[in-house]
C-alpha cells in the first residue's frame, strides 16, 4: 500500500482536468463572447493557480511521508488490445512533482503577466484557451506513468506550441514559423514512436516502472538494442528540446507572443527532452555510447548556440539561442549521469529565462506601445533601436539584471550553481574517459560567450543613449504591476533557487540530489560514476566558473560601446564572420537546399507527376475505367436489335441444349 | 405405318416452321410460321395419343387455346408495329439495338 494512496495525491487527475476545463471555457468564450476579457482571465489564470495550489498540497504531502516507491494512479484502461493493454496512469514520484511544480508555478506566473501583455489583442480569450491548453498536456507528459501517455503530452504541447507560434496567424510568416516547429518536431517524434516500438517488442512493457525493473535484465548493458534505443529517444529529444540538427524551429518560434516564449519555448516545454532523457535513465545508462552521443550533443548545442547568440539584433533571437545553448547545458547534466544536475539547471534555467523572456516582453510592450502612439513602422524588437531604458523601466531593468547574474554564472545566483554542478560532474567523468574533458571544455567556452552575448543584450537594451526616436522617448514608460510583479517574482527564485541544491558538505546541500535519489538510484547503479569530485576540486571549478563569467563580462563592457550603435534603419552591413553569425551559419539556406528542396522536388517530380499521376491515377483509377467500358462495349455489340439475329441464336442455342441433353 | 407418316410429316412442317422463322423478314410471315410450328406440334401429340392414350389429345385442346390467345396478342402488337412504323419488315424493326 503507497503511503500516499487516499490523500489528496488521489485527486492528481485534477491537476491535468482543470486546465483541461479552462481550455473549453475559454474555447467557448473565444467564439461566443471575444470581448469578455474578465472571463477569460479568471478562468486563464484562475485554474493554473488553483493547478499549482494542489500540485503544492501534494509536493507536501510527499515530504513527509515515504515516497521511494512511485504513486501510480490508474485512471481507465486506454488501449486494451490482445497483449498490449496500456492503463491511462499517472505517475507521482519525486521527479514528475519537482517537474509539476515548475510548469504550474513558472505557469502562474506567466498566465498573470499575460493578462497585461495580451491586453489589447482581440484574440485575448483564444490566447488563454490555448494557454491552458498547453498546461494540461504539459502535465500530462510529466505526470504519464508510460512512454505512451508522454507522448500524448508530448505531442499535445508540440499542438499547443504550433497554435501559439501562429497565434497572429494572419501573418504569414509567423503561420510559417509555426508550421516549421510542427515539421521539424515530427521528425524527432518518430524517432520516439519507433523507440516505443523497440521497447515494447524487447520488454513487453511501456510502463516507466516496468522497463526501470526488466530493462536491465533484458537487454544488455551497451549492447546495440539498447543504444539504438535510446538513440532514437534521444532524436526525439532533440526535436522537443532543440539540440543539433533539430534546433532550427526554435529561434523562429519567436514570432509567437512573448509570453509565450517565456512559457513554451524557454521555461518548460523545451526542457520535455532532458526530462525524458532523466525518466529514461536508466535505459541511457545502459547505453553509454547514447550517453556519449546526449552529452556531445548537448556541448557542441551549448557552444554553437551561444556563438550565435553573439550578433543577433532581435532581443528574443539572442534570448532564443541562448535557450538552445542552455538546454545543451541540461544534456551534458543527463548525459553525463548526473541527472539530479541536469533537473536542477533545468529548474533554475526556468526560473531565470523565463524572467528574462518575461522582461524582454516588457521592453517590448514599451517600445511597441511608444511606436504605436507615433505609428512608426520601426522593429520593436530590435536592439539597436533600444539603448537607455533602465531610466524608464527601473524595475524591468533590475529584475532582469538579476537574470542576467544568474544566466551568466555570477555567485551566489542559481544558475551559478546548477551550470557549476552540471560541468563539474562532465570534469568528474573526465577520469573514466577523456571525451568528457572535452565536454568540459566545450561547455566551459560556452560559459565564456553566455556571458558576453547577455553583456551586449544589457548594455545595448538598458545602458547608453536612447535610440527610440525622439518623438517616441516620450510615450516609453514601465509596464503596468500586472506585469512587473511576476518579473519580481521570478527575480527572487533566481537569486534563491540556488539553495535547493547547494554544493558541498553541508546538512543543507544537495537538497534536490537527495530528494531525486530514489528516481535516479537505479540509472546511478547501472553507471557506477564516481559519487563526487573533492571539495578542493569542486572548490576550484567553481572559482574558475565564477573567475570565466566574471572575465565574460568584463570583456564584453570593454569591446562593446552602446554610444556607437545607430537604429536599424541606418545601421550599416555587417562583414565576415560577424556576416555568418547574423545569417546563423547559413544553416537553415543548408538545410533549404539539402533536404527540403530535394524533398520538395522528389515528392513533386516523381511521387506527384510519377506516381500519384502516372501510376495511380493512370493505371489504377482511369486504368480500370476503361477494362470495364471496353468489355461492356464488346457486350453491346451482342445486341444488335435484330431480331433475326436473336432467333438464329435461340435456334442454335436450344439445338445444343437439346443435343446435349439426348447425348 | 401411319405413325411414321405422321411424325415425318410433323417433321417437315415444324422444320419448315424454323426455317420460316429464321429466313424470313416479314412479321406476319413469321408469325405464321410460328403458328405452323405449333400445329406440327400438335400433329406429333395427335398421332402417338392413338397408342398411348388420351392425355396427348387434351394437350392438344390446351395448344389450340393458347394459340388462339397467341393469335389475338400476337396480331395487335403487329398492328401496333405496323401504325408505329408503317411496316412490318423485322429488318426495320431494331429499337433494342445496344
Known sequence: MNPLAGTVADRVGLLILLPLIGFVVNGVVAFARPKAKGVATAVGVGSVAVVFALAAGIFGKMIGVQTDVPFIKPLWAWIPAGDLRIEFALQLDRLSIVMALVVTGVGSLIHVFSVGYMAEDPGYARYFAYLNLFIAFMLTLVLGASFPVLFIGWEGVGLCSYLLIGFWFTDEEKARAGLKAFLVNRIGDAGFL????????????LNFVGVDASAPRLL?????????????????????????????????????????????????????????????GVLFALAPTAQVVVAGIGALTALFAATIGLK?????KVLAYSTVSQLGYMFIGVGTGAYAAGIFHLMTHAFFKALLFLGA???????????????????????????????????????MFVAFLAIAGIFPLAGFFSKDEILGAAFNRGSVAPFWYLVWLLGTVAAFITAVYMTRLMLYTFEGPNRTGDAERPHLHETPAVMTVPLVVLAVLTALGGIINLPGKWAASGWLE?????????????????????????????????????????????????????????????HGFAKLLLEKY??????????????????????????????????????????ARTLGWMGTRLQSGNLGTYVVLFVIGALAVLGALIR | MLLSQSLGLSAVLFTLGVAGVLLRRNAIVIFMCVELMLNAVNLTFVALSRQLGFDGQVFVFFVMTVAAAEAAVGLAIIIALYRHHDTVNLDNINLLRG
Open chain 1, 220 to 280: 544488455a548493458a551497451g549492447g546495440s538494442t539498447v543504444t539504438i534505443i535510446a538513440l532514437l529517444l534521444f532524436l526525439g529529444c532533440t526535436g522537443k528540446s532543440a539540440q543539433i540538427p533539430l534546433y532550427i524551429w526554435l529561434p523562429d518560434a519567436m514570432a509567437g507572443p512573448t509570453p509565450v516564449s517565456a512559457l513554451i519555448h524557454a521555461a518548460t516545454m523545451v526542457t520535455a527532452g532532458v526530462f525524458l532523457v532523466a525518466r529514461a
Open chain 1, 361 to 399: 516582453g516588457s521592453v517590448i510592450h514599451a517600445m511597441h506601445g511608444a511606436y504605436h502612439h507615433t505609428h512608426s513602422h520601426a522593429d520593436a524588437q530590435d536592439m539597436r533601436n533600444m539603448g537607455g531604458l533602465k531610466q524608464f523601466m527601473p524595475t524591468t531593468y533590475r529584475t
Open chain 1, 586 to 627: 547559413r544553416v537553415d539556406e543548408l538545410y533549404q537546399a539539402a533536404i527540403v528542396r530535394p524533398l520538395v522536388a522528389v515528392s513533386r517530380g516523381v511521387l506527384w507527376k510519377g506516381i500519384d499521376v502516372g501510376l495511380i491515377d493512370s493505371a489504377g483509377v482511369n486504368g480500370s475505367a476503361v477494362v
Open chain 1, 312 to 316: 543577433q539584433w532581435d532581443i528574443k
Open chain 1, 194 to 205: 519507433v523507440a516505443m516500438f523497440m521497447l515494447w517488442k524487447h520488454l513487453g512493457t
Open chain 1, 514 to 574: 537527495r530528494w531525486l535519489d530514489p528516481v535516479t538510484r537505479q540509472a546511478d547503479a547501472v553507471t557506477h560514476l564516481q559519487a563526487h569530485l573533492s571539495s578542493g576540486g569542486e572548490f576550484g571549478l567553481m572559482t574558475l566558473a565564477l573567475a570565466i563569467a566574471i572575465a565574460g563580462i568584463w570583456y564584453a563592457r570593454a569591446k562593446l560601446h552602446p554610444e556607437a550603435l545607430v537604429p536599424a534603419d541606418r545601421a550599416p552591413a555587417e
